[in-house]
């Protein structure tokens, strides 16, 4: 019988919505996912998280606290995907935990992952590899997104120009030539905003499946004001998150001014428009757009994305394989693997850095 080499990865993304994990078998033959599972996170410990992408006292309690929270999360998430799949711990070679990020400011030489990889490996017994972005920053690369290199490993083809978007809170997109070159940038909102807007005027986590949004009209001047944006204009290498996209920011559009409907409308067609820019200036030659993260799950934001792609068809890698919302999971997974054996992962033209880097801190069992 063929010898399995077992990997878990875990991922907690911009939405802070919870924990996504996914067991991995990297023995021969192409990658199994055995496994995986979800935990959501308590309103109270979302709540807590968040606050951290702005300042505020006592921070570093507070993060300290909240990542030994979240090791706790994250040790239970393993134990059921594990429980799920039948297979013990020692089994397992690495857990990829790439943590919560917090604050992400490359161009300051710094981001910020909690999760307290030291306690998850006491309290998993499994090898822990984490902190994968920081040595890519020190090598002056934005440590962001760290997705295109499994992005052209699971889903590339030599015959195919691809194009594969995350939906996460934030968009990143990369760009798989069939001759091999990969680019991948974060292109803008894809969630986070959409999400913060439902909460604050449905009292819901999300707009599901983006049915208030498609309730409503876009306001034209709203939307020409946040296509303004200057990241979205400025070219690759960048990297984004809740540090420009927040309500401070929405604020500073005037959606006070709108009605609250009309903007949800506005900030779906915005995240639309965000992604079929970038894809249409950076892909022209990708023959397929190939879609994964929870923003998959928006029918009226994968619909827009439809249509502002056609002809290029929209799918999502359900198709090839991967469940759409647990392939950043994987990724971690797989760059956990990549630690172990050594193997660079980073992409250059990707992150901006000076070479590709072995990336992330091995946490022994």
């Not at 109270?44 to 309690?61: F, H, K, T, V, W």
């Not at 915005?270 to 249409?280: G, P």
Request: charged residues 20%; aromatic residues 6%; hydrophobic residues 45%.
């Amino acid at each position: 019988m063929p010898s399995r080499e077992f990997y878990i990865g875990l991922m907690s993304g911009t939405s802070v919505d919870g924990v996504d994990a996914a067991l991995v078998d990297f023995g021969p033959g192409r990658p199994d996912l055995v496994a995986t599972a979800h935990r959501a996170f308590e309103p109270s410990l979302r709540a807590a998280l968040l606050s951290l992408n702005s300042p505020g006292p006592d921070e570093i309690d507070r993060a300290a606290v909240l990542g030994n929270a979240l090791a706790q999360q994250y040790a239970l998430t393993v134990a059921e995907v594990l429980s799920r799949a039948r297979v013990a711990s020692e089994a397992v070679r690495a857990i990829g935990c790439h943590g919560q990020t917090v604050r992400h400011r490359p161009e300051r030489g710094y981001t910020v992952q909690i999760g307290n990889p030291a306690l998850l490996a006491e309290l998993t017994r499994i090898r822990v590899v984490a902190d994968f972005r920081s040595r890519d920053v020190a090598a002056g690369g934005q440590g962001a997104p760290l997705a295109p290199a499994f992005h052209a490993y699971a889903f590339g083809h030599p015959d195919d120009s691809r194009a594969v978007l995350n939906l996460g809170g934030i968009a990143n997109i990369t760009c798989l030539s069939g001759k091999g070159a990969i680019l991948g940038f974060d292109c803008g909102p894809a969630n986070c905003l959409l999400d913060m807007w439902a909460e604050r005027h449905l009292g819901t986590p999300i707009d599901r499946d983006g049915a208030w949004a498609a309730g409503g009209r876009v306001d034209d001047a709203l939307l020409k004001r946040l296509l303004a944006e200057p990241f979205l204009a400025a070219p690759p290498p960048k990297s984004t998150g809740r540090e420009l996209f927040n309500s401070a920011w929405l604020a500073r559009h005037g959606v006070s001014e709108t009605d609250p409907r009309a903007v949800q409308a506005t900030l779906l067609e915005f995240s639309a428009r965000c992604v079929a820019q970038a894809r249409e200036r950076y892909c022209p030659t990708s023959a397929r757009l190939i879609a994964c993260g929870g923003g998959t799950r928006n029918s009226a934001l994968m619909a827009r994305l439809r249509a502002l792609s056609a002809p290029v068809p929209v799918e999502t890698t359900d198709a090839y394989g991967l469940p759409a919302e647990m392939v950043e999971a994987a990724a971690f997974a797989w760059l956990a693997r990549q630690a172990l054996e050594g193997i660079p992962a980073s992409v250059p033209e990707v992150t901006g850095s000076r070479g590709a880097r072995v990336l992330g801190a091995v946490y022994p069992s």
